[in-house]
């Protein structure tokens, strides 16, 4: 007789459904000792709970999520070079000084100002669409893809959004 056969696939998928069901506290309890565990250091705990609520769907098993999230809780870095080169363009570096200016004028980010702020970017700009967030995103994140981005800039703040493009113009 043969041993049992697991789809793995399904098993994954079976996890992510249980993780999915989990309130945003206990998902943070289910998953951090996997992000302390490869090293990845907690500094802010709102910080560490909003930026893993936010990749949760993310997460098929709890040991996936430290490579999720640790772009999040490292230094800045491009994780390849066509972000490294989107960011180089004289559009992006035109785009980085629009945003800071218009970050610039507001007191504290929220999901509402920041959806004005980029729109008045590409009204003012004309950049729109993949010309307007994917130089962005890969200016503050580094990244080309990821997590919502509107929430990721509420999430890490006006200053720090400043401080990231400034590095590239």
């Given at each position: ?40 250091v907690?500094?802010?705990e ?54 800071i ?25 004309g ?8 130089p ?34």
């Amino acid at each position: 007789k043969a041993g049992a056969v697991f789809d793995v696939k399904k098993l994954r998928w079976m996890n992510s459904m249980y993780a999915k069901k989990l309130s945003a506290d206990e998902f943070y309890n289910y998953v951090k000792p996997y992000i302390l565990q490869s090293g990845i250091v907690i500094q802010d705990e709102t910080f560490a709970k909003a930026i893993i609520n936010l990749v949760r769907d993310s997460v098929e098993v709890a040991p996936d999520i430290s490579e999720i999230v640790a772009p999040y809780f490292a230094p800045f870095s491009f994780e390849n070079e066509a972000a490294q080169a989107l960011v180089q363009l004289d559009e992006s570096k035109i785009l980085f000084k629009k945003i800071i200016e218009k970050l610039s004028e507001i007191d504290q980010l929220n999901t509402e100002n920041f959806k004005e702020v980029m729109k008045q970017v590409q009204t003012e700009t004309g950049f729109k669409g993949k010309q307007l967030w994917m130089p962005y995103r890969a200016g503050f994140t580094g990244r080309e893809h990821g997590a919502d981005i509107s929430s990721l800039s509420v999430i890490f703040g006006k200053e720090e959004i400043i401080k990231r493009l400034k590095q590239h113009i």
